[in-house]
């Protein structure tokens, strides 16, 4: 095979990954072709945690005529025992020739390991192609895996002059029905979801995602489409026992630092999950709490909250990306702003930002934006 070819396959293989990109958590969407003698013989994703993985979705596919094939595979394969047998088992006993990969596993327990098991008995490897495509379909899983932290992302919506509620408060609906579909594409990727006992308060949110399986890619007719965690911010336990998304499926976090054990206990018996957090500065420690996310397998964290919260975690440099629709009508200098930053005087304190996507979404902008060198 040529390194053109090697780009080819490779992808389709993150074509096909992407089918995954609302089902797969916790694990990583993957993808894989086999190709023998110039045609693909077998084709293969990661639907679901617990199912196959995406190897051995290709390699039944190819039967026998997997013997002596290119296996494209858009992350490394497991050499560990999970849900379900490592990987390189299976490529192997197929006899498979070679063994192209885009990434290497970040997760420790594979690490590169995959490949010395695929090396060590013969097979050709090569890693690398197209890296950063693929790199790019799994930010979360990537980030976990590395620092022990998820992949956060911080959606916002505003008028054209930066407004995202009028000065009483009222904000719906800034930006289009389209626009407002979007979010719900970001919702559905995400693990969890994360806003203030602010906005719970002021519009007590359902914080779910309203899109059905039809509007999902890689989601069969049948399937359930999957809740992201809800978790509210509230360090003195002010959530009230009646708030409308502690009656949806899924489960709900409150993350305090209060020890009022009857106020925990009355959330607790309405559906909430209390999580006592570390404390920072004015409440929640942010990062403590990003922590205990990543350990609950969450990947990819998307913030959708008030001034306050978003500049709090922007502030904390927690922040990687940030989703901001801007509607085109102005609401006034009397608005309030997208973000709290106290303290930036001078231009040199400003937050600088490097816009990686501008588009419109139905008549809005969408501006994809993450903070200059964030890795």
């Known amino acids: ?29 993957v993808g894989c072709v086999l190709v023998r003698d110039g045609e693909v013989v077998g084709e293969g994703w990661h639907r679901r945690a617990g199912g196959l993985h995406a190897e051995r979705v290709a390699l039944t596919a190819a039967g026998d005529r997997a013997c002596g094939a290119t296996a494209y595979v858009s992350l490394e394969p497991c050499c560990h025992h999970g849900k379900t047998p490592p990987c390189t088992d299976a490529l192997v006993e197929a006899g498979v020739a070679r063994v192209v990969t885009a990434m290497e596993d970040p997760n420790p327990l594979v690490a590169g390991n995959g490949l010395n098991v695929l090396r060590s008995h013969g097979i ?111 360090s003195w336990l002010r959530m009230p026992t009646n708030a409308r998304m502690l009656a949806l499926p899924g489960t709900t976090v409150v993350a305090c630092v209060a020890h009022d054990l009857e106020r925990a206990a009355r959330l607790e018996a309405a559906g909430a999950r209390i999580y006592r957090c570390a404390e ?52 006034g200098d009397e608005g309030r702003g997208l973000f709290h930053l106290p303290g930036l005087v001078h231009m040199a304190d400003r937050v600088e930002l490097e816009i990686r996507d501008l588009r419109m979404v139905g008549a809005d902008f969408r501006i994809t934006a993450v903070p200059k060198n964030r890795n």
């Open 1 to 29: 095979m040529s390194a053109a070819d090697d780009q080819v396959h490779m992808a389709r293989a993150i074509h096909l990954a992407v089918k995954g990109l609302y089902t797969t958590e916790p694990n990583p969407r």
């Open 280 to 331: 920072g500065r004015g409440g929640v420690d942010l990062q403590s709490l990003l922590r205990y996310l990543a350990r609950e397998e969450a990947n990819e964290v998307l913030f959708e909250a008030g001034a306050t919260l978003a500049g709090a975690a922007v502030r904390a440099g927690l922040v990687d990306e940030l989703v901001l629709y801007l509607a085109p009508h102005l609401m």
């Open 124 to 234: 050709q490897v090569a890693s690398g192609v197209l890296e950063r495509q693929a790199r790019s379909l799994n930010p979360g899983f990537v980030r976990r895996m590395v620092t022990g932290l998820p992949y956060v992302r911080c959606k916002l919506a505003a008028s054209l002059d930066g407004r995202s509620a009028m000065a009483s408060g009222e904000s719906k609906w800034i930006t289009s029905q389209a626009a407002r579909r979007d979010v719900q594409l970001l919702r559905a990727r995400s693990s969890a979801i994360v806003t203030g006992i602010g906005t719970v308060l002021a519009d007590d949110p359902s914080m779910n995602v309203r899109l059905t399986s039809a509007d999902l890619p890689g989601i069969g007719p049948d399937d359930s489409v999957r809740q992201p965690m809800r978790v509210v911010l509230d």
